[in-house]
């Protein structure tokens, strides 16, 4: 039965890289709004403030050395702040005001080494601001002649108005930070889904999850292996008997048909059933490179397409179908002979038994009573028997089929059903079939690529 505890040798890293490189877009995605949010709140929130300045000179009245007249003035730098922020300088500007209001900020700077005073006025008007700021030129004298008599100001840079904001909105500054945290954000988010569904990752978590026998696992392999397949987008599934294959899926394929034959001659079976839980779990390519790797064992082989729904077995073998010369003419006709309905391929050693979507006749084509006799001259026929079943999730027809076999291979795609429907597939198999041998972890992944 399936353990709920989350254990970290059932997580691939390799399943996990793959699904974020799968899921890149969802990170872009993440980011890009991460930043037009980011800019919009800050565009909402921010306020901006104009500053206008002037500066002043201090000196002494009457000293007639720069040196003395400097040292005055560092000395009373400090009084001279409390002067240009003082609250009565403040409320002497509000007074003269237009509208009586200032929300301004009044800030003094003494420059270093000089006798220079810098004052500035904020606020969030430009033109308040400066007439803040020339109102400060106009009321100091009055405050501070009354603190500093020996002492005098002279405005050598008189207020402007200010045309751009003092806090200019820098948000480009920002934005590697936040692509960041939301790259972070979104890849977090993936591999938290990928870690947490509950699905087959690796063989380790297959021995625990199902309840079946893990016969092999065949490695992930990449479908259109040459380029006249890539551009034409045919999807053509990935064959032992191809070149281009990696030798790791084909010794896979190789074991799972050793694995998978020692089981069947110990009993004496022929028939092999193999189907899946759900579709695009790779089980008629599972079955066509059973058949191939039996064919070059030099096994007479005889490898049927009995998905009469959706039939795929003339797409991975590029072979063309002719119509009235296929497994479901055969089955829905009176003659006894199968042979002029399959199909004898040379190229591959193994006789095909190709279909086509039979439509509403399904129901009547499985109710004949021609499979299993059919099934049976074949055992007579051939050494083995490969049936190539609709998904159980799919149709019922693979749980019809079932009773005719010798035994049923299940085919499970890593990190693609949930494992309570593996298992709820898996036992309604065993309840038609008379023996489930096991299942194949199908699409493992032990590299990115």
């Known amino acids: 039965m399936e353990e709920k505890a989350l254990r970290l040798d059932e997580i691939n890293i390799h399943g996990l890289i793959a699904q974020l490189l799968k899921h890149l877009w969802v990170v872009v995605a993440v980011c890009i709004s991460a930043i037009l949010c980011y800019t919009s709140l800050l565009?909402?929130?921010?306020t901006p403030r104009y500053t206008s300045a002037a500066t002043f000179m201090v000196s002494a009245k009457d000293s007639t050395s720069a040196y003395n007249s400097l040292t005055t003035t560092q000395s009373m730098a400090s009084v001279f702040v409390e002067v240009f922020q003082s609250n009565v300088l403040r409320e002497k500007i509000q007074e003269q005001m237009p509208d009586g209001k200032f929300d301004g900020?009044?800030?003094?700077?003494m420059i270093p080494e000089t006798n220079l005073l810098m004052v500035t006025v904020t606020s969030k008007e430009p033109e308040t601001a400066f007439r803040a700021m020339n109102l400060v030129v106009e009321n100091y004298s009055s405050i501070s002649d009354y603190l500093f008599a020996n002492a005098q100001l002279e405005v050598i840079k008189d207020p402007e108005i200010?045309?751009?904001?003092?806090?200019?909105?820098?948000?480009e500054k920002d934005y590697p930070m936040v692509l960041v945290l939301a790259a972070l954000l979104a890849m977090g988010g993936v591999s938290a889904v990928y870690i947490l569904r509950s699905t087959v990752k690796n063989p380790k978590a297959a021995r625990r999850k199902i309840d079946a026998r893990l016969l092999r696992t065949i490695n992930h392999e990449e479908k259109n292996k040459t380029l006249r397949s890539k551009l034409h987008r045919k999807n053509i599934a990935p064959l032992i008997t191809n070149a281009l294959i990696k030798k790791d899926f084909i010794e896979d394929n190789l074991s799972l048909c050793s694995a998978l034959e020692y089981h069947a001659r110990k009993r004496g079976q022929k028939v092999i059933l193999v189907t899946s839980v759900g579709e695009n779990e790779?089980?008629?390519?599972?079955?066509?490179n059973l058949a191939l790797a039996l064919a070059e064992k030099n096994r007479k082989v005889v490898l049927l397409d009995c998905d009469f729904r959706k039939p795929s077995l003339h797409k991975i073998f590029e072979i063309p179908v002719q119509k009235g010369q296929t497994l479901n003419a055969y089955l829905l006709q009176d003659g006894q002979d199968p042979s002029p309905y399959l199909t004898e391929s040379k190229k591959y050693g193994i006789t095909l038994g190709l279909s086509q979507n039979s439509g509403r006749s399904i129901?009547?084509?499985?109710?004949?009573?021609?499979?299993?006799?059919l099934l049976q001259r074949l055992r007579q026929q051939a050494d083995y028997?490969?049936?190539?079943?609709?998904?159980?999730?799919?149709?019922?027809?693979?749980?019809?089929?079932a009773p005719m076999a010798d035994t049923a291979l299940l085919v499970v795609r890593a990190d693609f059903m949930h494992t309570d429907s593996i298992n709820e597939g898996l036992?309604?198999?065993k309840q038609s079939a008379p023996e489930v041998c096991g299942f194949a972890l199908n699409n493992y992944r032990t590299s990115i690529w």
């Open 43 to 46: 565009r909402l929130a921010y």
């Open 105 to 109: 900020a009044i800030n003094t700077t």
């Open 162 to 171: 200010p045309v751009l904001p003092s806090n200019p909105l820098n948000v």
């Open 282 to 288: 790779g089980k008629s390519t599972i079955a066509a």
């Open 363 to 373: 129901t009547r084509l499985l109710n004949s009573g021609k499979l299993p006799a």
């Open 385 to 401: 028997v490969i049936l190539d079943t609709p998904p159980i999730f799919a149709t019922a027809d693979a749980e019809t089929i």
């Open 427 to 429: 036992a309604r198999l």
